[in-house]
C-alpha cells in the first residue's frame, strides 16, 4: 500500500510490478441529479483515508454510432461519482513530467477506465499518467438555456487544475504537463487549447487521429436542442429531471440519426462529422473555432505532436454492405455540403485524383479526409506558424485506402512488456512487441522532454511548405512528404473555376 496526502485528504492507492497507482480518485463533486447540467463543483475535503484501490464508476453510456461507437462503448459500471482520473506514478517521492490523457469515444461512449488504459506503460518509462473521465453527451455538451456550455471540457479543466495543484504529491511535475487524447480525446485536446480557461495548465499537446472537427455553432447547437426537447417531451427545464436512461435513450438515438444519416438541414456543420454532442463556441468558455485561434495566434503556445492513421475510414466504412460511386456520392453529399460541395462533385474529384480506388476505397478517402487527415494538416499548419509542431502518420500505406484503422495505435502506444493483453479486445492487443516500444518511447520521449526522439534520428520540424511527417510503418521509421497534403485542393468549393487537372 501507498499513502499521499493532497488537499482534500490522505489516499491510499496501491504498488503493482513496481508502479503506485491511486484509482478512481475524484477531481470534482459527483454529478447528482441536481448537479447534472452544471459546471463541476469542487470536491469536499475527506476525513481518515480514503481508498484509492479500485477504478470507479464511468459516465452513463449505452452503445452508439454504428460498429465503431458500439466498440467503443464501456461496459464498466456507471454511476454519478465518475468525475475522477486515475493515476499511476512511478515514485511518489519523483518530480516526473506528466501525461494527461482523454479517451476517445465521440463526446457520447469511453472511458478512462477502459482496459488498455491500465497497462502502467507510461509510469514504467518515468511519466506520472493521469487517465480523466468527464461528462459525456448530453450531461457534457447540450445546449441548455442557462445552465453552463461545454460542461465536458470544463470537467477537464478542474481536471487540469486539480493536476496543478496536486501532482506532485504523487511525484508530478506541474510544470510538464502533455496535454493528450485519442479521436474525441484528440478533438478535446485542441478545443482546450483554445480555451482561455485552461491557459497555462498544459505545457505540450499531443491529439492522435483527431483534430479541430468536432466544434459546433450556436445555431447548430440549438437546433440540437430542439430536436432532444422534443424526443423527451418536456420542457427544457425538466430535463435534469428526465430519468438517466430515458436521457440516454434519446442521446443514442440522436448520434445515430446524426451518424448514419447525415442532414445539414437538421444538424448544420454536425452533419460533416457526424457527431451531434459537441463542443460549442458559446463566446465564453470557447469563444472561437480552434482553426480561428491558431490562426489568429491565440491558442496555447505549446509543442505539439499531431498525426493520424493511414486508414482512419477503414472501419467505420464497413457500414454498408454494398457501394457503388452513385451510392458513394449519395452518402457523402449531405456531410460534404458545409464546405460549399455536392457528393457527386467531391467524388468526381476523388475518382480523378485516385483513378485505381474502387467506390469504398473513394468513400473511405473522401470521408477519411474530411474527418480526420485534413483538419490534422490544417490545425499543424496554423500551429506551426508560431509553435514547434511534429506530425505522425501511423500504420501501412496500402491501396484503395486501406491501411492501420482508427483507433489502430492505442495499443502499442500503452504497450508495456509483461502487461496482461489477453484482457484487451483484439484489435488493441499487440503482436509486434519491438515496433510497439519503439512507438511508446516515440510517445514517451516528447511527453519528456517536448522533442520526440525517432528511432531513425532527428525528426524535423513539421512546416507549411515543407510538410514531412514521420511515417511509422511496418519497415520502419522514415520522414516523408505527406501523402495526404495535396488533397485540399480537392475540397475548393463549387463555384471555384477549375482551370486544370486537380
Known sequence: MTMVKIATGVLQGI?????????GVPYAAPVTLQRRFEAPQPILPWQGIRDALRLGPVCPQIPTYGPVGTAATSKLAFGEDFLTVNIRTPDPAGRAPVLFWIHGGGYAVGSANEPVLQSGAFAASGIVEVTVNYRLGALGFLHLEGRPDNRGLLDLVAALEWVRDNIAAFGGDPDRVTLAGRSAGGFAVAALMAMPGARGLFHRAMPQSGASTGVASMDDAAKLTRRFVAAANADETLLAAL????????????????????????????????????PVMDGVSLPEHPETAAREGRTAAVPMMI??????????????????????????HER??????????????????????????????????????????????????????????????????????????????????????????????????????????????????????????????YQAENPGVLWAGPAGFDVVPDPFDGREALWRPAGHVDHGPV
Open 15 to 23: 504498488t503493482e510490478k513496481g508502479i503506485h497507482a491511486f484509482l
Open 243 to 278: 430519468p438517466m436512461h430515458r436521457l440516454l435513450e434519446i442521446q443514442r438515438d440522436l448520434c445515430n440519426q446524426s451518424y448514419e444519416q447525415h442532414d445539414f438541414a437538421r444538424d448544420g456543420a454536425a452533419s460533416m462529422l457526424g457527431v451531434p454532442f459537441v
Open 307 to 332: 498525426g493520424c492513421t493511414t486508414g482512419e475510414y477503414v472501419t467505420h466504412a464497413t457500414a454498408q454492405p454494398e457501394m457503388d460511386f452513385a451510392l458513394c456520392a449519395e452518402l457523402l
Open 336 to 461: 460534404v455540403l458545409p464546405r460549399g460541395l455536392t457528393g457527386s462533385l467531391i467524388v468526381e474529384r476523388y475518382r480523378r485524383a485516385l483513378p485505381s480506388h474502387s467506390p469504398r476505397g473513394i468513400w473511405r478517402a473522401v470521408a477519411g479526409d474530411l474527418v480526420f487527415q485534413l483538419p490534422a494538416i490544417r490545425f499543424a499548419r496554423l500551429q506551426a506558424r508560431r509553435n514547434p509542431v511534429y506530425k505522425y502518420l501511423y500504420g501501412p500505406l496500402e491501396a484503395d485506402e486501406l491501411g492501420a484503422p482508427h483507433g489502430a495505435e492505442v495499443g502499442f502506444v500503452w504497450y508495456r512488456d509483461g502487461a496482461n493483453s489477453h484482457e484487451l479486445p483484439e484489435r488493441q492487443r499487440v503482436t509486434e512487441a519491438i515496433f510497439a516500444g519503439a512507438i511508446h518511447d516515440l510517445w514517451a520521449s516528447f511527453i519528456r522532454d517536448g522533442r520526440p526522439a525517432a528511432p531513425n534520428g532527428d525528426w524535423p520540424l
